[in-house]
């Protein structure tokens, strides 16, 4: 696996001078470790963020919708079972837009790390395996 300081991390691939900051401390030590990413893979990881909302509003609205139309069709009562079964087809719903979501970001994120992995990245790794702990940026 090429390590050179100017790899991008996510891609291994192409050279860059793009990071993301890494905010870790121990107790009154605090240090930033800087993980090469090139725009390219930091492009592809807010897509990521981004589709994941698209995807949880659509479960959202469409199960609201679903269980809206459910109970003006069926006259069942908005209570007791009404709910239990709005809660189902939500559900049932959401399964088909979770598949669709990842199969969505795996497409769009082939041979580029998630950004989650960057908790791998070794010299970050070392320092979490030292007692260092991610805190926000100062
Ligand atoms: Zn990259």
């Known amino acids: 696996m090429p390590n050179n300081d100017n790899t991008c991390w996510f891609c291994e691939k192409r050279v860059t001078e793009q990071i993301y900051q890494v905010n870790v401390k121990k107790d009154d030590a605090r240090e930033i470790i800087k993980v090469p990413a090139c725009e390219s893979c930091q492009t592809i990881h807010q897509k990521v963020v981004k589709h994941s909302l698209i995807i ?62 960057i908790l791998q990245y070794p010299p970050l790794k070392d320092k979490l395996d030292s007692g260092y702990q991610v805190a926000p940026l100062p």
């Not at 709910?83 to 088909?96: D, E, N, Y």
């Open 56 to 117: 949880f509003f659509t479960i959202a609205v469409g199960g609201a919708v679903a269980t809206m139309l459910y109970i003006l069709a069926s006259s069942t009562e908005f209570s007791g079972s009404g709910i239990s079964i709005g809660a189902g087809i939500a559900l049932a719903w959401s399964i088909p837009a979770l598949f669709i979501a990842f199969l969505w970001n795996k497409k769009l994120s082939k041979g580029v790390k998630p950004q989650r992995k």
